[in-house]
């Protein structure tokens, strides 16, 4: 039990789109998702907390008007990445959780490059 | 100096060693977790600890409240172990977690 998914797992993408990212809980309801970004060889770094209905809670430093989290539904959150620039690029892994005092479950990680 | 410590960094190791992974951490807390993270860059919750000591299959992790340190111990390491190895902390009232910065362990055939 308490698997978490993302897709894509890898996206490449032109400076100037937008990318969006999937997270989902597939087999438990999860009120709280976590968004991290791991830059090569370092820790994650919290980007933002979303519970399921209303917006998410950025991050000191993180753009919320950039990275657009929506958490729709007790089983999916998206993040969407937009107006990508190469300095984007990074490793995004979701997390999710019953409850704010629960486990956190981490998902697979969507590795993002922009060219 | 971090809210979360490891030792070591860098562990490398022959097949088939007990190894021991070292966490410190200066803040109060309500639970702690120990991850770990292959090369691919996926991430496995493997302990969610408040206290005491579990246990899974090979892997064991201790904490120790009043001394704000906990282990997580690997017996007869084998090649797939390699990995890194996360420690987060989540603070008392508070949902988020706090990571320290992973020890790259290494298991030798």
């Known amino acids: 039990g308490a698997v978490v998914s993302q897709h894509p797992s890898r996206v490449i993408c032109k400076s100037g789109t937008s990318v969006k990212i999937e997270c989902r809980s597939l087999?438990?309801?999860?009120?709280?998702m976590f968004w991290y970004r791991q830059f090569p060889k370092q820790s994650l770094m919290l980007m933002a907390t979303?519970?399921?209905?209303?917006?998410?809670?950025?991050e000191q430093g993180v753009e919320k008007d950039k990275f657009l989290i929506n958490h729709a539904s007790l089983t999916l959150s998206t993040l969407t990445v937009t107006s990508a620039h190469p300095e984007d690029s990074s490793f995004y892994i979701c997390?999710?959780?019953?409850?704010?005092?629960?486990?956190?479950?981490f998902g697979p990680g969507t590795r993002l490059t922009v060219t | 100096k971090n809210e979360v410590e490891q030792s070591p960094q860098n562990l490398t190791a022959q097949e088939g060693e007990f190894i021991t992974i070292n966490c410190s951490y200066s803040?109060?807390?309500?639970?702690l977790h120990w991850l770990q993270q292959h090369p691919g860059g996926g991430i496995v919750s493997l302990f969610m600890?408040?206290?005491g000591k579990k246990k899974h299959g090979r892997l064991i992790a201790t904490i120790n409240i009043q001394e704000k340190h906990s282990s997580l111990h690997i017996t007869a390491s084998h090649p797939r172990d390699s990995a890194v190895y996360i420690c987060?902390?989540?603070?008392?009232?508070?949902?988020?977690?706090?990571f320290g910065t992973g020890t790259r362990l290494t298991i030798i055939p």
């Open positions: 987060a902390v989540r603070r008392f009232g508070n949902e988020k977690l706090t």
């Open positions: 803040v109060g807390i309500s639970a």
């Open positions: 979303s519970n399921e209905g209303s917006k998410a809670t950025y």
């Open positions: 600890l408040s206290s």
């Open positions: 997390s999710a959780s019953r409850t704010a005092a629960y486990e956190q479950y």
């Open positions: 087999d438990f309801q999860a009120t709280t």
